[in-house]
């Protein structure tokens, strides 16, 4: 056996072997929250109204950001074509004088 293999088979498996046996001190806590979730299916009748209220207040932010980003883009599209009218206009006199 190499001197390799001898100090891997007294010092680094047997501390790799424990550190795997051994459960971190706070992985209850983090799993905690998952089993949880997992047993609380059931919601309560209040739950539910509350749940429905923040979804529509939800698609109602939702549908108010898309009317303003649309109303936006119809601005921007008038600024353009405005500057683009403009911007013909300065190339007419240009031409004509």
Same mark, same amino acid.
């Given at each position: 056996m190499?001197?390799?293999?001898k100090?891997?088979?007294?010092?680094?498996? !047997?501390?790799?072997?424990?550190?795997l046996?051994?459960?971190?001190?706070?992985a209850?806590?983090?799993?905690?929250?998952?089993?949880?979730?997992?047993?609380?299916g059931e919601?309560? !009748?209040?739950e539910?109204?509350?749940?429905?209220?923040?979804?529509?207040?939800?698609?109602?932010e939702?549908?108010?950001q898309?009317?303003?980003?649309?109303?936006?883009?119809?601005?921007e599209?008038?600024?353009?074509?405005?500057?683009?009218e403009?911007?013909?206009a300065?190339?007419?006199?240009a031409?004509?004088?």
């Amino acid at each position: 056996m190499s001197i390799r293999s001898k100090l891997f088979a007294t010092v680094a498996l !047997p501390v790799f072997a424990a550190s795997l046996a051994v459960q971190p001190a706070l992985a209850d806590s983090l799993r905690a929250p998952f089993e949880v979730a997992q047993e609380g299916g059931e919601l309560s !009748p209040e739950e539910l109204q509350l749940l429905k209220k923040r979804k529509k207040q939800r698609a109602a932010e939702e549908e108010s950001q898309g009317q303003a980003d649309e109303q936006q883009r119809a601005e921007e599209k008038a600024r353009r074509r405005t500057e683009r009218e403009q911007q013909r206009a300065a190339e007419q006199e240009a031409q004509q004088a």
